[in-house]
C-alpha cells in the first residue's frame, strides 16, 4: 500500500499564490508517476498535474502557464505550486499517485485525503 500526505491549502487572495506538497510513503517502488486532482462543490473532481519520474508532465488547460507541478524524486514528494490563483480555481485538492503517467491521468491506483483551497475576489 501507499500512503500520500497532502499539505500546504489554504486561503488566499485572488493573484496570489500557494504551494502544495504530497509525501508519498510504504511501497512506494511501485510508484512512477503522481500528480494532483481537484474536486470544487457541485462538480467532478478533474485532474490538475501530473509528473512522472522522469519529468513527463501534463496539465490541464485551465492551469496551464499558471500552476506548475515538480517532483522530488529522493524524497519521493510532489509539489504543485500555483501563482494567479482565480476564485474559479477553489476546490479540495487531491494527491494521486500510480505505476504510470497514463494511469495517474486516467484511474490512480492511490488517493490523498485532499487539502483545502480556498481563493478569494
Known amino acids: 500500500q501507499v500512503q500520500l500526505a497532502e499539505s500546504g491549502g489554504g486561503l488566499v487572495q485572488a493573484g496570489g499564490s500557494l504551494r502544495l506538497s504530497c509525501a508519498a510513503s510504504?511501497?512506494?517502488?511501485?510508484?512512477?508517476?503522481m500528480g494532483w486532482y481537484r474536486q470544487a462543490p457541485g462538480k467532478q473532481r478533474e485532474l490538475v498535474a501530473v509528473?512522472?519520474?522522469?519529468?513527463?508532465?501534463k496539465y490541464a488547460d485551465s492551469v496551464k502557464g499558471r500552476f506548475t507541478i515538480s517532483r522530488d524524486n529522493a524524497k519521493n514528494t510532489v509539489y504543485l505550486q500555483m501563482n494567479s490563483l482565480k476564485p474559479e480555481d477553489t476546490a479540495v485538492y487531491y494527491c494521486?499517485?500510480?505505476?504510470?503517467?497514463?494511469?495517474?491521468?486516467?484511474?490512480?491506483?492511490?488517493w490523498g485525503q485532499g487539502t483545502q483551497v480556498t481563493v478569494s475576489s
Open positions: 510504504g511501497s512506494i517502488f511501485s510508484i512512477n508517476a
Open positions: 509528473i512522472s519520474t522522469g519529468g513527463s508532465t
Open positions: 494521486a499517485a500510480a505505476n504510470s503517467l497514463a494511469v495517474v491521468a486516467g484511474t490512480p491506483h492511490y
